[in-house]
Nanobody
Framework: QVQLVESGGGLVQAGDSLRLSCAAS????????MGWFRQAPGKEREFVAA????????YYADSVKGRFTISIDNAKNTVYLEMNSLKPEDTAVYSC?????????????????WGQGTQVTVSS
């Protein structure tokens, strides 16, 4: 079993930055890909970013490229999402996800483990 706990969300103004954290425990050493997804009110959950556990590969949604950076601290079993130049349209619940494969990193269904999510609100 893998447990994922997100933190770092909050209310910020447009243009500000936030760093989200996702602490993994349990059988996290078996996880090969970690991802971040987000869901805005009334919308489907969408892919944000993903990273392979060995840090060799990163993936980003077009909407966040150049503004968001995903990273891993293997020693701490923690995945980070550094978010810069935030926009009101980035407002959503951000969830961390894990999968024991390196398969379709942008597909929600590829992930079997999810955190509870953390709210990010960006005011204009």
């Amino acid at each position: 079993q893998v447990q994922l706990v997100e933190s770092g969300g909050g209310l910020v103004q447009a243009g500000d930055s936030l760093r989200l954290s996702c602490a993994a425990s349990g059988r996290s050493f078996n996880m090969l890909t970690m991802g971040w997804f987000r869901q805005a009110p009334g919308k489907e959950r969408e892919f944000v970013a993903a990273i392979s556990w060995n840090r060799f590969n990163t993936y980003y949604a077009d909407s966040v490229k150049g503004r968001f950076t995903i990273s891993i601290d293997n020693a701490k079993n923690t995945v980070y999402l550094e978010m810069n130049s935030l926009k009101p349209e980035d407002t959503a619940v951000y969830s961390c996800a894990a999968q024991p494969y390196n398969s379709s990193p942008s597909r929600e269904r590829a992930y079997g483990y999810w955190g509870q999510g953390t709210q990010v609100t960006v005011s204009s």
